[in-house]
Each structure stands twice: as C-alpha cells, then as structure tokens.
C-alpha cells in the first residue's frame, strides 16, 4: 500500500467513526448541514478581517460536516428529498458567505480592483451551480467543467492558509467563466442532439406514409 492510499484509508476510517457517532446521537442530517453554514459564515467573519490562516482551519473544520451529513442520513436512512435540496441551497450560501468575507476585507484595505474581481468571482460560483441545475431541466446530466464547488473550496482553503487569496480568486473567477461557458456549449450541443432525435422518427413516419 502506497503512503498516499494508506492517508486515504485512514481518514476514510477516522470519517467513517465520526459518521457512526453522529449516527448512534440520532442528530439530524439537515441540523449538520446548517451548522457548516454555520461555520463558514464565522470564517468568513474571520476573512473579513485580514485571518485568512485562521479562516483557513475553519473552512476545513466547515468542510467536515460537507462529507458527513449526506453519510449520517444513509446510515440512519434519512435520506429525503428535501434533504439533497436543503445541502445544495445552504452550500451556495456558504459559498458566497466567504465571497463576502473577502469582498468586506478588500473594501477595508481600499483595493477596488480586488473587491470588483471578489464580485466576478462570486458571481461565477453562482452561474456555475445555476448553469448545471438549469441545464438538467432539458437534458440528463451536465457535469461538465473544471471548477466544481469541491475545487472551489480547497482552492479558498489553500489561499487561505498560505495567505496567497488574490491570485485564487483569479482561478476562480477564469476558471469559473470558462466551466459555466462549456456547460452552455454541453447543453447545446446535447440538446441539439436530442431533438434531433426526436424529429428523425416523425421524419421517417412521413417518408413511409408517402
């Protein structure tokens, strides 16, 4: 076993313990599921007033209840429908907790340019969640792209504890544009190809008629 898969493992043991004691104290899924937001909002308390190290290590600890909560409700079978729509809302509001976080920090240092890309940043983070949700209301899936909110969060993570915030929120923001720019072309060229595909047998029922 590799050192890296050994790490794996471990974490995945040390995740799956905690999952089993949240499981055993009979807490609710959707009570998890707030308190991360809970917690990123104090991180973004922290970002806005210079602590991004700090901020750092809240995000992580924020990022514990991201993984748990969807594992508490299998375990306990819990899972609902409301449950997956509750996560998706409260993480696009953490989200964008942070975002702000940054946006009150740049306007306190008197950097009009950062706080102007902090906003095309959070903006893109938006568009991207939206982007998907929109697009899977004409075709199956749209998965497409590079800056997930997993890629997201770790790249605040990492700006955060090596205090390098600006050139992440340069990823964030071009990266972002470019995911929500594939997913629009994806969606478009799936689309197409589906209604195509709906017009062939009408097209070849007529051919046969004639």
Not at 21 to 38: H, R, W
Not at 190 to 205: T, V
């Amino acid at each position: 076993m590799t050192f890296t898969r050994a790490i794996g493992v471990s974490s995945n043991k040390v995740i799956q313990l905690i999952v089993h004691g949240l499981a055993l104290s009979k807490i609710s899924p959707n009570f998890l599921t707030f308190l991360g937001l809970v917690i990123n909002m104090g991180a973004a308390a922290l970002l806005a007033v210079g602590q991004f190290r700090w901020a750092g290590v809240v995000i992580i600890g924020a990022g514990l209840f991201d993984m748990v909560d969807g594992r508490v409700a299998r375990e306990t079978n819990r899972v609902t429908r409301f449950g997956g729509f509750f996560d998706s809302v409260l993480d696009r509001y953490s989200d964008s907790a942070l975002l702000v976080g940054l946006l009150v920090w740049y306007g306190t240092i008197n950097r009009p340019f950062y706080v102007v890309l902090t906003a095309v940043a959070m903006t893109t983070s938006v568009m991207i969640s939206y982007a998907r949700a929109r697009a899977e209301n004409s075709i199956p899936t749209c998965k497409v792209g590079f800056m997930e909110r997993p890629e997201r969060v770790v790249l605040v993570i990492i700006g955060a504890l090596f205090d390098r915030m600006a050139p992440v929120i340069w990823v964030i923001s071009v990266l972002g544009t470019l995911t929500v720019v594939h997913r629009m072309i994806f969606t478009y060229q799936e689309a197409k190809q589906l209604e195509e595909a709906q017009l062939k047998p009408a097209g070849a029922r007529a051919a046969s008629k004639a």
